[in-house]
């Protein structure tokens, strides 16, 4: 009845498939055929591992790489950081130094109207007076740093009502601000305004010294300015009330007066009222008893005076005292510094302007001192030596001494070409000496080669024209003209 075979006749095995006892006949090779390709992508499918591998180098390569760049990026902002903080490290210390030096200003500027001011405790005190302090010392209780004043010109008012205070610390304080204001030029015509000058020389008679140290500095700074000197010579009870300081028992109040008339005697109406206040007497009888360091101050007073005087007065006003052999006596004590020789030549200088003084020179035998000066002394004290031989060789009589005793070291001296204003003189004193016949042969003998020298290479336009005037002195005749160019053209061969 059933067509279909039992299933269960034929037991199925291991190895046999389920497809074997089917009744459907598959085409086993379209099996075959199709699993064909699926080898040769088997095949192929196993050669890929290489190409892999070589992506997976190029892949760690670029890692590689990527990192490297990573390294170095890394390196490099580690430098910029390191350079960064450097440059950082360094301004901060520049900061730091600005600070420091701003607040280093700021303390000095803070009491800079009392930069110049000693304490008397110091122990160098007794040092700075004698190294010619210029601004006085003042106690401690009066170092006005704490002190309320209005700015700069707003406070000179202030502390021009505050001088004649009765309160001594105050007009104290006032004084000593008010001189370290004038410093300033700017300031001095305020108190041309207030009339400083009028108010502050009441207070020059006082019992204390840094009153009067402080009203003179005050007052020798309004000398320093132009419109203050010629407020102080418009008033002159100023100034006789200012010499009476002549003899103040302290150094710096005698020193600030002494400068202040020299810089009065800067102009000829200062020479003036010193002359017609009869203070001329009075400041050469001064000098004996001074000590060294005015000394010199006093007598470049004289020398303006003598100098610059009217000719009603001068140079008679100084012959009468005497006063060559005083100077003479200046120049040959051993104990006199420098500064005070310095000074007493010009002080010579100015006198030997006259034809009086001249004579009075040769007549007091000036002339060798002055060689003596030239030959043995500094190069400054040289140069007013022979400036003044220059002046006292004008007469006659002098040119006959000097040919006689100090022309050959006059000659030896002309070789020295170091110093020329020095080396001007030298040859200015030796044209003077070449009008007298005896000198004449003397120089032409021993010195026209020099000179001739010095008229053709001389840097010095000055010693050019000074060397060929001497030398038309020396080969001058009564009936021929020197030529130079022909004198320089026979050198030359």
Known sequence: MNN?????????????????????QLDVEEEEEKEKPMVILETTINTRPSTRESQKRILDSHKESEKKI???????????????????????KKEKEREEALNKELERFKNIRFQYLINPKHPHYDDFLRNELEYPVVPQHLLPTKTDVAFERDGIPQLVTQILSSNDVISQKALIILCQMFHKPENIYLGFVEDVLSKSIKLI??????????????????????????????????????????????????????????KLCETQDGVDAVLNLFLFNRLVKLIED??????????????????????????????KLNIIVFFKDLLLSGTNSEDVRIATCKCVQALCFYKEGKELACKH?????????????????????ASTLMWISLNCDAKKILNKDGIHSIIWMLNDDNDPSFQLSLI??????????????????????????????????????????????????????????????????
């Not at 269960?8 to 009744?23: E, I």
């Not at 490099?76 to 950081?81: A, D, H, I, P, V």
């Not at 309004?222 to 028992?249: A, M, P």
């Open 4 to 24: 279909f075979p039992d299933t269960n006749d034929n037991p199925l095995n291991d190895n046999d498939s389920f497809f074997n006892n089917d009744s459907l």
């Open 428 to 493: 200015k004193i030796l044209t003077n000496c070449a009008e007298d016949p005896v000198g004449r042969e003397i120089i032409e003998l021993n010195c026209s080669t020099k000179l001739k020298r010095l008229s053709m290479l001389s840097s010095s336009p000055l010693i050019l024209n000074a060397s060929r005037i001497a030398l038309s002195v020396i080969y001058w005749k009564p009936w021929k003209k020197y030529n130079f160019e022909e004198e320089s053209r026979k050198f030359i061969l």
């Open 70 to 92: 990573d390294t170095s990026l890394i390196e490099g902002n580690t430098q910029t950081q390191e350079s960064q903080t450097t440059e950082m490290e360094e301004r901060i």
């Open 365 to 385: 035998n000036l002339i060798d001192i002055f060689v003596q000066l030239m030959v043995i002394s500094s190069e400054e004290l040289k140069r007013e030596a």
């Open 205 to 262: 008679q006082d019992r204390k010294d840094l009153v009067r140290q402080k009203v003179t500095e005050l007052i020798y700074l309004h000398s320093n300015h132009v419109y203050g000197r010629q407020k102080i010579l418009e008033k002159l009870s100023i100034l006789n009330t200012l010499s009476s300081r002549f003899y103040d028992s302290d150094e710096v109040v005698r020193k600030n007066t002494y400068k202040t008339f020299l």
């Open 290 to 319: 001074e000590k060294m360091n005015l000394k010199a101050i006093i007598l470049e007073i004289i020398a303006k005076c003598i100098r610059y005087g009217k000719p009603k007065i001068m140079p008679y006003a100084a012959i």
